[in-house]
Nanobody, 123 residues
Framework: VQLQASGGGLVQPGGSLRLSCAAS????????LGWFRQAPGKEREFVAS????????IYDDSVKGRFTISRDNAKSTVYLQMDSLKPEDTAVYYC?????????????????WGQGTQVTVSS
C-alpha cells in the first residue's frame, strides 16, 4: 500500500490549502480514511476521518467548521480542504487508511500511513 500526500505549503493566517492523498495497492473504496497531524515536539493527533462511502465524517473540535474531508473513490484519493487557517494548524499532515470501513478518530485503528506533507501557517 502506498499513500502519497501533497498540497502542503506556507500560507498566511486566514488562508486556505487543499491537501490530497493518492492511494495505490489497496481496495480504496472498502476502507475509511483519515488525516492526522504532528507538530514539532507533540504527538500525532487526529484531524478528520471519512467512511468508505463518504457519507460519514468526523472532525476534531479544533478544526470543525474550518476543515472538510472528502474522497473520490474513482480516483483513489482523499482530500482535506483547510480554510481559515491558524498558526496552531502548523504541522506535518499525514493521511492514513483505516482497518475498517467506518470513520474513526482512533490512531491505532489505522494500518497504513503516507509520508506526510508540511503545512506552515505564518505571516
Amino acid at each position: 500500500v502506498q499513500l502519497q500526500a501533497s498540497g502542503g505549503g506556507l500560507v498566511q493566517p486566514g488562508g486556505s490549502l487543499r491537501l490530497s492523498c493518492a492511494a495505490s495497492g489497496v481496495a480504496f473504496d472498502t476502507y475509511a480514511l483519515g488525516w492526522f497531524r504532528q507538530a514539532p515536539g507533540k504527538e500525532r493527533e487526529f484531524v478528520a476521518s471519512i467512511g468508505y462511502r463518504g457519507t460519514n465524517t468526523i472532525y476534531d473540535d479544533s478544526v470543525k467548521g474550518r476543515f472538510t474531508i472528502s474522497r473520490d473513490n474513482a480516483k483513489s484519493t482523499v482530500y482535506l480542504q483547510m480554510d481559515s487557517l491558524k498558526p496552531e494548524d502548523t504541522a506535518v499532515y499525514y493521511c492514513a487508511v483505516a482497518r475498517g470501513s467506518l470513520a474513526t478518530s482512533r490512531l491505532e485503528y489505522y494500518r497504513n500511513w503516507g509520508q506526510g506533507t508540511q503545512v506552515t501557517v505564518s505571516s
